[in-house]
């Protein structure tokens, strides 16, 4: 198994621009996870869905942000616009309900400047 | 202005000493605890679980206490090893399959 995958793993890009990131979850994992990691509050919970349906989005920064989930095996986080202070290290995790953890993809670092 | 981080603990241990890494939770309706370890660049990795029925679950070279009491969970690292260097964190889960993350603390192995 591939394990999760996310790309793109680095971003730049200027204020105001919309970004994409994407997750790919392991197969047959039905609940998808997105995380943030800053330096300042450590790993939040931004959003997570099982089987495709959104669960709980209350840490969600802003309108800004966006998560969408069309089908099992993608999962896309949108922000627009993007900010300086949304600089930060993107995590995708999928888990199976009722086996334990979760598995993390490698990240995406977002430099937004 | 001067920026204010997270202040993570640090533990620096001897190569081949043990380690023990501490961590308290906040919900007593927490009824499944995980340690992860993240090294430099690399997402968080699965190292050992627990669920609230157990107080104690050995792995390799690791072993996660749980005192539901005082809503504390332990990671203790045998014979460490430099490839043990990161930062380990703990979570816990308390209803529709959401983990909670401590803070972290890292561990550094002196060689």
């Known amino acids: 198994d591939a394990g999760v995958i996310q790309s793109p793993r680095h971003e730049v890009t200027e204020m105001g621009q919309e970004v994409t990131l994407r997750c790919k979850p392991i197969s047959g994992h039905d609940y998808l996870f997105w995380y943030r990691q800053t330096m300042m509050r450590g790993l939040e919970l931004l959003i997570y869905f099982n089987n495709n349906v959104p669960i709980d989005d209350s840490g969600m920064p802003e309108d800004r942000f966006s998560a969408k989930m069309p089908n099992a095996s993608f999962s896309t986080l949108k922000i627009q616009p993007s900010e300086p202070r949304d600089s930060a290290v993107y995590f995708c995790?999928?888990?199976?309900?009722?086996?334990?953890?979760?598995?993390f993809g490698s990240g995406t670092r977002l430099t937004v400047v | 202005g001067e920026s204010v981080g997270l202040h993570l603990p640090t533990l620096s241990v001897q190569e081949g000493d043990n380690s023990i890494i501490n961590c308290a939770y906040s919900?007593?309706?927490?009824?499944?605890f995980i340690w992860y370890k993240q090294e430099s660049g690399k997402g968080p990795q699965f190292i050992i679980d627990i669920r609230s029925n157990m107080d104690k679950r050995q792995g390799q070279r690791v072993t996660v206490l749980l005192n539901k009491t005082v809503k504390h969970l332990s990671l203790q690292i045998a014979a460490t090893q430099p490839g043990d260097s990161a930062v380990y964190f703990c979570a816990a889960k308390g209803g529709g399959n959401k983990l909670v993350f401590g803070a972290g603390t890292i561990l550094r192995v002196k060689s």
């Open positions: 995790a999928s888990s199976l309900v009722g086996v334990g953890g979760y598995t």
């Open positions: 919900n007593s309706a927490s009824d499944y």
